[in-house]
């Protein structure tokens, strides 16, 4: 009742003031002010900035502008992360982990990072780090309803002190407390963005600092799947669903400074130019797993459950792991009107990922405490523009001892401006991540030191983009490919102990994913259709996804009060076919691979309205409707539900000033 509340609240005031004064311009007014009927001085007339004036640039230097509309594709985007999530599952709090549907999300560094990838779903890398260029001051500020008590919220400012000098600042906070005992998320991201640039041109800077932060309940999932499945209504408040751990929880934290500036040599631009660029990246990550209580209780054992084995304490469990990272590159560009832009470099890379403790196992094998690399790389990278062919294509390989190579070539053909065809092909040696060649804990199995050979994928891919269907495939080979899996015994799984170690794949996997979008419009009613289908061959059940993944959207838009309003409602129909879906241990951070439960064969339908009043986007959705009536067997993980049906209110609202 009190997201109706607020929504009435919000825009009634809102439709009112809309029909105060209209604009007879067809192009939108930032500094649209309401003149005071007391007024006896004409004003002069402002300079009106225009909508593609406020530019969104990306590391690479890809610019975009705001964008203010309200589609069906910014609605996919109404989350804690601002991105599309299809092909990804959600647990059923928000800001736990993401578990994997569609393979070809995976993201690839040669390397080695801290590792506890899934906790960094809510991470945010140094290239997904945007910077401004705003005529005006721009502000924006994102809200959205969390699971029971708590809020998602993300805003920015950002501004130009000159036409040269940018700056932003902006922080998302997330806090939701979930259905589930022992479940709440908190978590916080700091960003501070500066961009400058000469008048001419010569000397151009982008950098930024961030602070982050992700605390996570650990629960371990639920103790007994059959009390979810029954579908009795005591267990459909699933605060009376037994877990695991009811007072373990993580934390994911890290500082990183960046900056990437290049100068030209040549005071004049011209149709040759020499530049001299650098980047620079220091990073401090710490992942943190604390549980106080060591034992778990189960219904229908009797003695209690030693959940990861036997530990070298009794309570107070506190396993910390730190990290820290200095990369430098420095290179020189020669730019050619003709030929292109062709850039030299050399980079030094050096982490040092530590613990406070030298173990020696019951073997005398000896687990050190840190593992540190300095590793040095050359490379070239050739970017090509001419006509409707745009290319980048990037070559690095190690001159240390380590071995380590990335070749990435992106090529675009765009045919018109509605046709575009983009083709990648990628060859990546790189380095295994930390976690999988040294861990310690206070738990004795969950102790390791490993000297894993590189992994090596090829990846060949190809993207068709145009008006009546946008397709992608992609085929990719992995070869010594790593994975975290579960090496219980069989008496350690019948009392519920779960052991879980980093494991290499001997073998070739061969992954093959083909997708495609199409949306169908008949009149003020469309149809937007998204369906994944994905192949592996592979001699064990290693890299496991659903083989069809589809989401299907039918929605109505239209107009209201004198067009002051427009607003899209609809239903999202979202299906994947049933596989051997990774489950998740708390302990190391880390999905594993499992081959005892599938999950998935559910549908799950989602009621949504979504309005806009000028620059500001409502969004209303009932999410998982029909877990209301189906029955209870839908996860997001083995042991792990998804989210039972739940109402959620959001709005995005942009100032222009």
Same mark, same amino acid.
């Given at each position: 009742?009190?997201?109706?509340?607020?929504?009435?609240?919000?825009?009634?005031?809102?439709?009112?003031?809309?029909?105060?004064?209209?604009?007879?311009?067809?192009?939108?007014?930032?500094?649209?002010?309401?003149?005071?009927?007391?007024?006896?001085?004409?004003? $002069?007339?402002?300079?009106?900035?225009?909508?593609?004036?406020?530019?969104?640039?990306?590391?690479?230097?890809?610019?975009?502008?705001?964008?203010?509309?309200?589609?069906?594709?910014?609605?996919?985007?109404?989350?804690?992360?601002?991105?599309?999530?299809?092909?990804?599952?959600?647990?059923?709090?928000?800001?736990?982990?993401?578990?994997?549907?569609?393979?070809?999300?995976?993201?690839?560094? %040669?390397?080695?990072?801290?590792?506890?990838?899934?906790?960094?779903?809510?991470?945010?890398?140094?290239?997904?780090?945007?910077?401004?260029?705003?005529?005006?001051?721009?502000?924006?500020?994102?809200?959205?309803?969390?699971?029971?008590?708590?809020?998602?919220?993300?805003?920015?400012?950002?501004?130009?002190?000159?036409?040269?000098?940018?700056?932003?600042?902006?922080?998302?906070?997330?806090?939701?407390?979930?259905?589930?005992?022992?479940?709440?998320?908190?978590?916080?991201?700091?960003?501070?963005?500066?961009?400058?640039?000469?008048?001419?041109?010569?000397?151009?800077?982008?950098?930024?600092?961030?602070?982050?932060?992700?605390?996570?309940?650990?629960?371990?999932?639920?103790?007994?799947?059959?009390?979810?499945?029954?579908?009795?209504?005591?267990?459909?408040?699933?605060?009376?669903?037994? +877990?695991?751990?009811?007072?373990?929880?993580?934390?994911?934290?890290?500082?990183?400074?960046?900056?990437?500036?290049?100068?030209?040599?040549?005071?004049?631009?011209?149709?040759?130019?020499?530049?001299?660029?650098?980047?620079?990246?220091?990073?401090?990550?710490?992942?943190?797993?604390?549980?106080?209580?060591?034992?778990?209780?189960?219904?229908?054992?009797?003695?209690?459950?030693?959940?990861?084995?036997?530990?070298?304490?009794?309570?107070?469990?506190?396993?910390?792991?730190?990290?820290?990272?200095?990369?430098? $590159?420095?290179?020189?560009?020669?730019?050619?009107?003709?030929?292109?832009?062709?850039?030299?470099?050399?980079?030094?890379?050096?982490?040092?990922?530590?613990?406070?403790?030298?173990?020696?196992?019951?073997?005398?094998?000896?687990? %050190?405490?840190?593992?540190?690399?300095?590793?040095?790389?050359?490379?070239?990278?050739?970017?090509?523009?001419?006509?409707?062919?745009?290319?980048?294509?990037?070559?690095?390989?190690?001159?240390?001892?380590?071995?380590?190579?990335?070749?990435?070539?992106?090529?675009?053909?765009?045919?018109?401006?509605?046709?575009?065809?983009?083709?990648?092909?990628?060859?990546?040696?790189?380095?295994?991540?930390?976690?999988?060649?040294?861990?310690?804990?206070?738990?004795?199995?969950?102790?390791?030191?490993?000297?894993?050979?590189?992994? $090596?994928?090829?990846?060949?891919?190809?993207?068709?983009?145009?008006?009546?269907?946008?397709?992608?495939?992609?085929?990719? +080979?992995?070869?010594?490919?790593?994975?975290?899996?579960?090496?219980?015994?069989?008496?350690?799984?019948?009392?519920?102990?779960?052991?879980?170690? %980093?494991?290499?794949?001997?073998?070739?996997?061969?992954?093959?994913?083909?997708?495609?979008?199409?949306?169908?419009?008949?009149?003020?009613?469309?149809?937007?259709?998204?369906?994944?289908?994905?192949? +592996?061959?592979?001699?064990?059940?290693?890299?496991?996804? %659903?083989?069809?993944?589809?989401?299907?959207?039918?929605?109505?838009?239209?107009?209201?009060?004198? $067009?002051?309003?427009?607003?899209?409602?609809?239903?999202?129909?979202?299906?994947?076919?049933?596989?051997?879906?990774?489950?998740?241990?708390? +302990?190391?951070?880390?999905?594993?691979?499992?081959?005892?439960?599938?999950?998935?064969?559910?549908?799950?339908?989602?009621?949504?309205?979504?309005?806009?009043?000028?620059?500001?986007?409502?969004?209303?959705?009932?999410?998982?409707?029909?877990?209301?009536?189906?029955?209870?067997?839908?996860?997001?993980?083995?042991?792990?539900?998804?989210?039972?049906?739940?109402?959620?209110?959001?709005?995005?609202?942009?100032?222009?000033?």
């Amino acid at each position: 009742m009190r997201i109706f509340i607020f929504l009435y609240l919000l825009i009634v005031p809102a439709l009112l003031f809309s029909q105060e004064k209209t604009t007879p311009k067809s192009s939108l007014d930032m500094n649209t002010q309401y003149s005071s009927i007391t007024d006896t001085v004409k004003k $002069k007339k402002s300079i009106v900035a225009k909508i593609d004036q406020y530019h969104i640039i990306t590391l690479e230097h890809d610019t975009t502008y705001v964008d203010t509309s309200l589609t069906i594709k910014s609605a996919y985007k109404q989350n804690h992360l601002r991105k599309d999530l299809f092909g990804l599952l959600e647990f059923s709090n928000i800001g736990l982990p993401l578990n994997t549907l569609q393979y070809s999300l995976t993201s690839f560094s %040669p390397y080695p990072e801290i590792g506890f990838s899934a906790k960094h779903y809510n991470y945010i890398q140094a290239d997904e780090v945007r910077y401004y260029s705003a005529p005006t001051p721009l502000t924006e500020l994102f809200f959205n309803t969390t699971i029971n008590k708590g809020q998602n919220v993300d805003s920015f400012i950002t501004l130009n002190t000159s036409k040269n000098l940018n700056f932003s600042i902006a922080y998302r906070g997330l806090r939701s407390e979930g259905d589930y005992i022992n479940q709440l998320v908190s978590s916080g991201s700091f960003r501070f963005t500066t961009s400058y640039a000469t008048t001419n041109r010569r000397y151009a800077l982008n950098a930024h600092y961030t602070y982050q932060d992700n605390m996570n309940e650990e629960n371990g999932g639920i103790t007994t799947t059959a009390d979810f499945e029954s579908d009795d209504p005591d267990f459909k408040n699933r605060q009376r669903l037994q +877990v695991y751990l009811t007072d373990a929880e993580s934390l994911l934290k890290g500082r990183r400074l960046f900056f990437d500036h290049a100068f030209r040599i040549n005071p004049k631009n011209g149709n040759n130019n020499l530049y001299i660029n650098h980047q620079f990246n220091y990073e401090n990550k710490s992942y943190e797993y604390k549980q106080p209580t060591v034992l778990s209780t189960v219904d229908g054992i009797s003695l209690p459950v030693k959940r990861f084995g036997e530990s070298y304490v009794t309570s107070s469990i506190n396993d910390q792991t730190h990290f820290e990272r200095l990369y430098n $590159k420095v290179g020189v560009a020669y730019e050619n009107s003709l030929l292109g832009k062709f850039n030299f470099f050399v980079d030094d890379y050096r982490s040092n990922y530590k613990y406070n403790r030298i173990l020696i196992d019951a073997s005398g094998n000896v687990i %050190p405490d840190n593992l540190f690399l300095q590793i040095n790389n050359v490379g070239g990278q050739f970017e090509y523009q001419k006509n409707k062919w745009n290319g980048r294509f990037l070559y690095t390989r190690s001159i240390t001892n380590q071995s380590l190579s990335d070749l990435d070539a992106k090529l675009r053909y765009n045919l018109n401006e509605k046709i575009q065809f983009d083709f990648r092909y990628r060859n990546i040696n790189k380095l295994p991540n930390n976690n999988y060649n040294l861990y310690q804990s206070s738990y004795v199995e969950y102790n390791w030191s490993n000297n894993f050979k590189n992994e $090596k994928i090829n990846l060949l891919g190809a993207v068709v983009s145009t008006p009546w269907v946008n397709a992608e495939v992609q085929y990719t +080979v992995l070869n010594d490919h790593l994975y975290f899996a579960d090496v219980s015994t069989a008496a350690e799984a019948a009392v519920r102990t779960q052991i879980i170690k %980093p494991t290499q794949y001997g073998n070739a996997i061969n992954y093959l994913e083909i997708k495609a979008n199409r949306e169908f419009k008949f009149g003020k009613f469309a149809l937007d259709n998204t369906l994944l289908y994905q192949k +592996v061959d592979q001699s064990d059940l290693i890299l496991n996804v %659903p083989d069809f993944v589809t989401r299907n959207t039918f929605y109505y838009t239209n107009y209201f009060f004198k $067009k002051a309003l427009y607003a899209q409602g609809g239903i999202v129909f979202n299906y994947f076919t049933k596989y051997y879906g990774n489950s998740y241990n708390p +302990v190391i951070g880390e999905f594993f691979v499992q081959n005892t439960k599938e999950i998935g064969n559910y549908a799950t339908f989602d009621v949504f309205i979504n309005a806009r009043i000028r620059q500001t986007r409502f969004y209303l959705k009932a999410e998982h409707l029909n877990a209301l009536f189906a029955k209870s067997n839908y996860y997001a993980a083995p042991d792990n539900p998804y989210r039972d049906f739940v109402i959620r209110f959001g709005l995005v609202w942009n100032f222009f000033q």
